[in-house]
């Protein structure tokens, strides 16, 4: 891989909490842990000005070729990992911060397939996912399967009702103390597109079991207000002979947060983790 000096060079695509995160960590640490900035983007180049040196700021995402750069890092929104992820992947390695984009099963083949041409790495952070490594291996041995009337793979999160965006209103008239409340439960497919900011947890899941894909994985999301300080994600994988495992991960998280405390440093280590790992999709 070429590199500034002995320096990863990272593009950030993205300046909201995590791309906000990511820079101020890549311009503190980054020396320090071999990554330095090409270049950081946002829509609204204003929000960067003060915080980023002006040299760094790209200011037409289209033009991002122009700044040479080892990996691309998307910590924006769905719609960019569909309009430049195949660029993207033409010209660096991509970790794509908001992999429930890949729930659209021709974007998710396009992006598989151009990581393969190029020979770059298509990264997706493992998230708030506890154990994403161990069902990629499950699911590559060919043991992700649920006995008959079990869920090979299910995936459940709870928040308080503050931390969903959802697309539709199905939570416009929540109340403080009203408690559970199911939002959906179904494929991580069908869930994608109803709450894409909420379910990256789960897209990741989803990338990692690809023996299931979108439509194999169940999920659920559940609205709860005793959650005031911290979004729950437990995981239930079963496989063969009565094979099983139940994991509860509590994320601090303040009243509002889309994304808990802890995946922040989750990104910072998933970012450590892109030296290139060839043609393929890797979780990270
Ligand atoms: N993989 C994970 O575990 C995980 C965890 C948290 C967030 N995410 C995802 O990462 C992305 C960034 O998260 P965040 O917490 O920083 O969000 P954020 O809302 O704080 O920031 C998003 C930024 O992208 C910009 N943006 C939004 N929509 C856009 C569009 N259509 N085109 C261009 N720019 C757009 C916003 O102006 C903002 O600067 C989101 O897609 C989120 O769902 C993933």
């Known amino acids: 891989m070429e590199t500034s000096g002995s320096l990863l060079r990272i593009g950030v695509v993205g300046f909201g909490h995590l791309g906000k995160y990511l820079v101020e960590r890549i311009l503190k640490d980054g020396a320090a842990v071999g990554l330095t900035l090409a270049f950081v983007w946002n829509r609204n180049s204003d929000k960067l000005k003060g915080l980023v040196p002006d040299e760094l700021i790209l200011g037409d995402l289209s033009c991002f070729a122009d700044r040479p750069c080892d990996v691309i890092v998307e910590v924006c929104h769905p719609q960019i990992v569909k309009e430049f992820g195949l660029h993207f992947l033409s010209q660096s390695h991509f970790m794509v911060g908001s992999p429930s984009a890949l729930a659209d099963p021709d974007l998710n083949a396009r992006l598989r397939q151009a990581a393969q041409q190029y020979g770059r790495t298509l990264y997706v952070p493992s998230g708030a996912l506890w154990g994403g490594q161990d069902i990629q291996r499950l699911s590559d041995s060919g043991a992700l399967k649920g006995n008959t009337g079990q869920k090979a793979l299910f995936i459940r999160m709870s928040k308080h ?13 929540w109340t403080e103390g009203e408690g559970m409340r199911v939002l959906f439960s179904g494929s991580v497919a069908d869930l994608c597109p109803l709450a894409p900011n909420n379910v990256n ?7 990692a079991a690809a023996s299931l894909g979108f439509t194999g994985v169940q999920g659920e999301i ?9 979004h729950v994600v437990e995981v239930e994988v079963t496989g063969p002979n009565g094979f099983s495992v139940h994991t509860v991960r509590r994320n601090p998280a303040r009243l509002g947060a889309v994304t808990g405390s802890a995946t922040y440093n989750s990104f910072w280590s998933s970012l450590l983790a892109c030296k290139g790992h060839g043609g393929r999709v890797y979780l990270c």
């Open 161 to 173: 009702p503050s931390c969903f965006r959802l697309t539709g209103d199905v939570l416009s008239d």
């Open 201 to 207: 947890t789960m897209a990741a899941a989803a990338v």
């Open 222 to 230: 559940v609205s709860d207000t005793a959650l005031s300080d911290y």
